[in-house]
């Protein structure tokens, strides 16, 4: 396998856009998974990023993870469709006047659906909610396609690109 060029694009907002999103279907909600204990929050991190090479949670060993997760500053946020796990906000706010979407991501049998669209605009809603200067988060071309243009049409303004030479993510099993 020969190595490939990797883009990472950071990206930020300074205010709560004014472009209300409807609920594309009924039987929504949004759990904040308060203190979640490690075995769930890699579960989510697996099934939402293993085809993107979500690596970073995967080497931090349990009491790392655990320490970041039982911070009351660091949120998970999980939608649920009709009561089923489908994706994952995780909302970073220990430094002080901003928050990071350190991980954001649908469960695969959930895109397509309009959800990202409006859990993203649920995330911004939310992270607002708090004394803020600014939100940001970075993503890259190992992501979902629709991830950029989504977090652009969402009201996120480029900052920051760079490309790096990688090798190529193991195949999904």
Known sequence: MSDEDVKTTWIQMFALPDRPIPAPRDGLAVVHARNPPVHYYRYLYDV?????DWTSRCRMSDEQLGAILSNPRNELHVL?????????AELDRRQAGEIEITQFGLVRG???????????????EYAFGFPLNRLWLHTCTRDHAAALPNYLKSGFAVYREEVRTESPPKPVS
């Open 48 to 52: 939402v990023g293993r085809e993107y």
């Open 80 to 88: 649920h469709v009709e009561g089923v796990p489908a994706g994952m």
């Open 110 to 124: 959930f895109l397509g659906q309009g959800l990202g669209r409006w859990f993203l605009r649920w995330a911004i």
